[in-house]
């Protein structure tokens, strides 16, 4: 290793190449003056779409020889007489070939260059998506203007042709938009036909649109007209008796409201006479979706699902089930650990993929996030009263620690042992599953030892002479006594198959523990994309430094200081978030030339916010199995400085998204920040979420049992 990257590393699951071709559509009618700056935009994105579409609706102001002229390589289509956005945008799906078609006004377009990656990136990774609704900053809205934070992604019941991405396969296969509806509700008919099918509608945190609102050809109140009409249309076609009749009222009562606000009210009979004179219409072409999709529809209109349990709350509710053939395919999978750690994240991914046998906690149900859509069983109250002790115990009325966790961790592994169903495998955490493998392994199950750092004997090797410089006894301070090699050695010899999260644990394994390359899977941590999502703006224009972690020795707290001694400046500043652990107090006294403050340890949330007002991620440690706040700051757009011990290195492209440089060396890390400094840049917009390990590990899992 020379400090930069293994390039041995198999990155085939984050790799940058996905298949799915990408169009542009864009409809227009007589504004040239928007649409020049759209196309300028379009065309300058990259990568670039696959092909642009763009549909001169009964132009007569010049747009066809501009067109023609500045943008030869655009698809153009003609329409003489004006037949409205929605066959112009229809017309554009259906003749294009490509899997994706972002839907523009001829006065949006992307903010981000990298547009089209995400947006390829996005339905890659959403199977189930059929409409990527991206937030806007528009001129209707002022206050979106200078937003930099549009919440977290959730699931919604319509979205903008504005500001779309629309899956063509989709569209097709659910006949598209209705052509009745003329330039209004297409839309928000077409979601919720999607939402009946099963589909997603997604608001995405990764992406903005810039809509410039133009007032060129816009009238208003012909627009709330239309709005209205269209809307009772689509009452009177989807939603079944005798629901329809209330529901319509309560639409009518809204947009009177809506029109009394605005000062339009004496104008409200011009188009209930238009809906009444089209209702014999309407009932003739009924086409229901369920009361139960079109009861939770509705709810998704004003309470958006803000996360994967809550929506699969609605789909519940919908009475969508999953394939029963997706069911059967798919190898089951138990999970035991005490505390939810990593695994999970990952249960819950498994549990929405059908791939979920049982997670068994040893936290309470109350206290795992989203676990009314996971089948979780819980063994919590040795746990309690471990942490329990931790935290309201003086350290003096203590039991020793190490004492602590194994009374916890054997009773819980003698649980689970007695609790294990019939699945293909089982994962357990080092120290907590001895009991439940033998009896795993008695029932035909293969069992998964799930490694979140490397080996403690590597682990101690390493650390040893760090905690020898500050006169510690590493073996003392990790509890490890012959009773845990014991333990070690035996999980060891049950496990089938060894689950890492790095390539350094795995050469760990190899190398010291004798562990054959094809019995470990190597798969890299997700962030929660409800949490973690990217920033919309630039980053700051001060240089501001984040740690996050424990301050113990084995993060290497010491080199960032030392590095900061040597090159920071009084502009610069250290924030660390995490609490001190082992006795590192004379490591702190390193004075750099810039303010360092040392906060306590904060919610995930707040570590993201965080994260997305801070220039760049260092974490420095001399032993790190993954480093899961890599990833997190990753999927938040900064860029993250780690030493080459830290697994998460995998992920790193020197220069690109962050910056290795060789353990415990101080001047190189200084050099890295100064270059970070003087590129001020965010990392390129890679999410990772938990759906691709979750995926990854089932895909490993069904060639095991194939195999």
């Given amino acids: 290793m020379d400090g930069r990257i293994d390039r041995a590393v198999d990155m085939t699951l984050y790799s940058a190449h996905y298949p799915l071709r990408c169009a542009v559509s864009i409809a227009t009618h007589n504004r ?12 300058s994105l990259t990568p670039a779409p696959d092909e642009v579409w763009v549909v001169a609706d009964g132009c007569t ?88 934070d549009f919440g977290p992604p959730q699931f919604v019941g319509s979205y903008s ?65 239309l709005h209205g009409r269209y809307e009772q249309a689509s009452v009177w076609r989807r939603c079944p008796w005798p629901y329809a009749i209330p529901v319509a009222l309560f639409r009518a ?22 809906a009444m004179a089209d209702f014999s219409r309407n009932i003739k072409r009924r086409k229901l979706v369920g009361w139960p999709a079109y009861r939770e529809w509705m709810g998704l209109m004003r309470r ?23 069911q059967l395919e798919r190898p089951r999978v138990s999970i035991a650990a005490t505390n939810p750690c990593h695994l999970y994240s990952l249960a819950r991914v498994l549990a929405r993929e059908n791939a979920l046998g049982t997670y068994y906690s040893g936290y309470p149900k109350w206290k795992l996030p989203g676990s009314e859509a996971v089948p979780v069983e819980t063994h919590s109250l040795r746990t309690l009263a471990v942490y329990g002790s931790l935290r309201i115990l003086p350290p003096a009325l203590r039991p020793p620690s190490g004492w602590m ?82 333990l070690r050695r035996a999980e060891m010899a049950l496990a089938d198959y060894h689950c890492v999260a ?24 997700g962030a ?78 707040q570590l993201a916010r965080i994260f997305r007002e801070s220039s760049v991620l260092v974490l420095p440690s001399l032993e790190e199995g993954f480093g899961l706040v890599v990833v997190q700051a990753l999927n938040c757009g900064v860029p993250c400085i780690v030493s080459d011990s830290v697994g998460a290195k995998d992920l790193i492209e020197p220069r690109k998204n962050g910056s290795i440089f060789p353990t415990g060396d101080a001047k190189a890390l200084a050099e890295e920040l100064a270059w970070w400094r003087a590129h001020p840049q965010g990392a390129p917009t890679r999410l990772y979420p938990w759906e691709e390990p979750a995926r990854k590990l089932i895909e490993l899992s069904q060639l095991a049992v194939t195999a």
Avoid at 33 to 43: D, F, G, I, N
Avoid at 253 to 274: C, D, F, I, M, T
Avoid at 426 to 453: D, M, W, Y
Avoid at 561 to 582: F, H, M, N, S, T
Wanted: aromatic share 10%; glycine share 6%.
């Fill in 405 to 486: 966790f194994r009374w916890q961790d054997e009773a819980f592994d003698r649980w689970v042992s007695r609790h294990l169903g019939s699945v293909d495998f089982l994962h357990g955490l080092p120290g907590q599953c001895l009991q439940s493998f033998r009896i795993a392994r008695e029932k035909g199950i293969r069992t998964v030892l799930n490694h979140a750092t490397g080996p403690v004997p590597s682990l101690l090797r390493v650390l040893k002479p760090e905690y020898e410089r500050a006169g510690l006894n590493v073996s003392e301070v990790t509890s490890w006594d012959d009773e845990a090699q014991r």
């Fill in 502 to 525: 790095s390539t350094i644990v795995r050469d760990q394994l190899i190398q010291d523990e004798g562990v054959a390359a094809d019995r470990i899977w190597v798969i890299p941590y």
């Fill in 528 to 605: 929660d994309q409800d949490i973690f999502y990217p920033r919309h703006t630039e980053g700051p224009k001060d240089f501001r430094i984040v740690y996050a972690g424990q301050y113990t020795l084995r993060k290497g707290l010491r080199f960032l200081l030392a590095a900061l001694a040597e090159v920071g400046q009084p502009d610069w500043r250290l924030d660390c978030y995490g609490p001190q652990i082992d006795s590192t107090p004379p490591d702190f006294a390193e004075r750099p030339r810039c303010p360092v403050t040392y906060h306590g340890a904060v919610s995930a949330r």
């Fill in 61 to 148: 102001d010049g747009t066809v020889a501009f067109l023609r002229e500045r943008y030869p390589f655009f698809r153009l289509i003609e329409h003489e007489v004006s037949q409205g956005h929605v066959r112009s945008r229809d017309e554009i799906i259906r003749r294009t070939d490509c899997d994706i078609v972002l839907v523009l006004d001829d006065d949006s377009h992307p903010v981000e260059k990298d547009f089209i990656s995400r947006l390829r990136q996005l339905f890659a990774w959403r199977p189930k998506l059929a409409v990527a609704s991206i937030p806007q900053q528009t001129d209707e809205f002022p206050e979106t203007l200078e937003c930099e």
């Fill in 253 to 274: 009562v809204r947009q009177a409201h809506y029109a009394w606000k605005r000062g339009w009210l004496a104008r409200e009979p011009e188009w209930w006479a238009q």
């Fill in 304 to 326: 958006p699902a803000r996360s994967e349990a809550a929506w699969t709350r609605v789909q519940t509710a919908m009475g969508i089930v999953p394939e029963v053939e997706d």
């Fill in 161 to 225: 042709n504005a500001s779309a991405a629309l899956r063509r396969s989709v569209y097709l296969q659910l006949g598209g938009y209705d052509m009745d509806f003329f330039h209004a509700y297409d839309e928000v008919d077409y979601a919720l036909r999607a939402v009946a099918a099963g589909y997603e509608i997604y608001r995405p945190a990764h992406m903005t649109i810039r809509h410039r609102f133009s007032s060129l050809n816009r009238d208003e109140v012909r627009m709330h007209h």
């Fill in 32 to 43: 040239l003056s928007e649409l020049e700056r759209t196309c300028r935009v379009v065309a």
